[in-house]
């Protein structure tokens, strides 16, 4: 346990350390710092009420069956790869931000976090990002793409449900500019813009080059039907 440090819990540089079963909470600044060509590899770790739970930059990030919760930020991984899977963002403060990099998002939720832009996942001048089987709800953006925020982004979404997730300005749900991504077997129901109601550029802002099989409220390239969810996310408790 790494506990009530004003600093860094664990810093790395030039290194490929494998950090498993730990938890990092009320740390002032970093939980985990990976700089300069590091490889590390974090499983089953928890990241509570700290600044940056994980800071990498020039790095490599694998990051399997962590909880992100409550952190003023929560990942944030400048000109490098990430693989994050089966992890929970909640309550964040900016779940996800990748900046220069690409990488993949499988079996993530991301439920409750904040932002400006991309309060669950926020992409900026990334290569390519494919986001598998993935849940976005609950999420807040001051401006826009609650959800997912993709710019100058090759963003590939499959499988993914994409609800209740609220917004000043367009794109609750996805927002994409400067490329054009693809969706297939997506759900985006239920997301709310205060600008755009629940429309269709409320669940998503773009133009997917390829898309199939995808439940999309509004319709236009998606079937607008209702995914009857047994228990949905209310737009408004975002």
């Not at 976005?136 to 997730?165: H, K, L, M, P, Q």
Request: with cysteine.
């Amino acid at each position: 346990v790494f506990r009530s440090l004003s600093d860094h819990g664990v810093y790395n540089e030039n290194s490929q350390p494998l950090i498993r079963g730990c938890v990092f909470t009320n740390i002032g600044q970093q939980g985990v710092v990976s700089l300069s060509g590091s490889a590390p590899v974090i499983e089953n770790s928890r990241f509570v009420q700290n600044g940056w739970a994980i800071h990498g930059q020039d790095s490599s990030l694998t990051a399997a069956g962590c909880v992100f919760s409550n952190n003023s930020h929560g990942i944030l991984q400048t000109h490098g790869s990430f693989q994050l899977t089966n992890c929970l963002f909640a309550g964040n403060s900016s779940a996800v931000y990748a900046y220069d990099g690409g990488g993949t998002v499988s079996h993530c939720a991301f439920r409750g976090n904040w932002a400006t832009r991309g309060a669950g996942l926020s992409l900026a001048t990334c290569g390519s990002v494919s986001v598998v089987n993935c849940l976005f709800s609950g999420n807040y953006a001051s401006d826009i793409g609650a959800g997912i925020y993709a710019e100058t982004t090759d963003v590939a979404i499959r499988n993914c449900t994409i609800a209740g997730n609220r917004c000043v300005n367009l794109a609750a749900g996805v927002f994409s500019m400067g490329r054009s991504p693809t969706v297939y077997n997506s759900i985006l129901w239920d997301n709310w813009s205060d600008t755009a109601g629940g429309s269709l550029d409320a669940q998503f802002y773009g133009t997917p080059s390829a898309y199939a099989n995808n439940c999309v409220q509004g319709g236009g390239w998606g079937w607008n039907i209702n995914p009857l969810f047994v228990q949905g996310m209310a737009p408004s408790n975002a």
